[in-house]
């Protein structure tokens, strides 16, 4: 919304403003949600879902999942509609006209230059009075402009699980790797580095052990988690994949593995015939191991380029095609 015209009157010094601070029947009730914590400082306004997006073809419809996901935090409140004036006196004397609960105070006020402002209070229960009294009231020092009250909107780190990554909560505090790698885990050759990869800890809030174990497939995760499951039910010991940032596990857009390389290519020759020796563009040096190699550019646009280039394509014009793949961590 644009500022009024300068020359309008604006009733800044008008005395029955104080009137409109005044609490009095709220206008649209808000229902708080479950408070997640937030990772990243970035907020907006709670909008109404989006009307869904023309149909695609199946071709740029395979799109990655988001790595975030939105999530409220209701002891904010951010509110919108207003001009862009920085006023910490205004939104205090609104506080305190609020006659929250005894204890309860406004901790931080953080403007934007957008006109938007966000509020933090000690809980949630001050925010969802603060949005129930001032949501849609005329903005007190200019009633042309009308305040727009939510809470506060922050993106979070989605949490899925890693399906080669197995967690063990429970243990007792006696129990060493040993009795873990041969009693837990079966003594599975799937385990990486074997007895060495299983490193308990201890949990000192709760006494127990944890341990987080690598596995070399799914398949042997999922078995482990099956036996401790049916072997320790009724017990404190838990086992399940261990949850990771979602981005931690999406294909990287940087990062390139390129597969059918002759077996007596060497790193010099494959940056000089794929890459063209072309510093501004690889990372770091690549290493050619078992006729592949993992590149990794400084941008995703050159990324994309190279693999469009090389894919399907014969090495030095001769023998099979070279197979490109984008990277994907374990």
């Not at 708080?32 to 071709?59: N, R």
């Not at 938007?116 to 042309?144: M, Q, W």
């Not at 596995?215 to 261990?242: K, M």
Request: contains cysteine; proline residues 8%.
């Amino acid at each position: 919304m644009s500022r009024p015209p300068a020359h309008e009157p604006s009733p800044r010094n008008d005395p029955q403003y104080a009137q409109m601070l005044r609490p009095h029947d709220m206008i649209r009730r808000v229902t708080p949600q479950v408070l997640q914590v937030p990772v990243q400082h970035s907020y907006s306004a709670m909008m109404p879902p989006a009307a869904p997006a023309p149909s695609q073809s199946p071709k740029h419809a395979q799109k990655s999942p988001s790595p975030t996901q939105k999530t409220i935090n209701p002891k904010t409140v951010l509110v919108s509609g207003m001009p862009n004036e920085k006023e910490d006196d205004l939104w205090k004397l609104m506080f305190k006209r609020l006659k929250a609960p005894e204890g309860e105070s406004l901790k931080n006020i953080n403007h934007h230059d957008n006109g938007n402002c966000l509020l933090t209070f000690e809980s949630e229960v001050t925010a969802k009075l603060f949005i129930e009294h001032y949501n849609g009231k005329p903005y007190p020092f200019d009633s042309r402009y009308q305040m727009r009250m939510s809470y506060g909107e922050f993106s979070i780190e989605r949490q899925i699980p890693n399906k080669k990554k197995l967690r063990i909560t429970g243990l007792s505090a006696d129990w060493t790797a040993e009795v873990i790698y041969k009693h837990l885990l079966g003594s599975s050759p799937m385990v990486k580095k074997g007895v060495e990869g299983v490193k308990p800890k201890l949990d000192k809030r709760t006494g127990h052990c944890q341990v987080i174990v690598d596995y070399t497939s799914e398949a042997a995760c999922q078995e482990a988690i099956d036996r401790c499951q049916a072997n320790y039910a009724g017990t404190t010991l838990e086992a399940s994949h261990l949850l990771v940032p979602a981005s931690s596990l999406l294909p990287s857009r940087t990062k390139l593995v390129i597969k059918g390389l002759p077996k007596d290519a060497t790193n010099e020759e494959v940056v000089r015939y794929l890459f063209m020796n072309d510093p501004a563009l690889i990372v770091e040096s690549v290493t050619v191991f078992r006729k592949m190699c993992v590149a990794e550019f400084k941008t995703a646009e050159a990324a994309k380029n190279m693999f469009h280039d090389i894919d399907n394509k014969q090495y030095r014009g001769q023998g099979a095609a070279l197979q490109v793949e984008w990277f994907k961590p374990n």
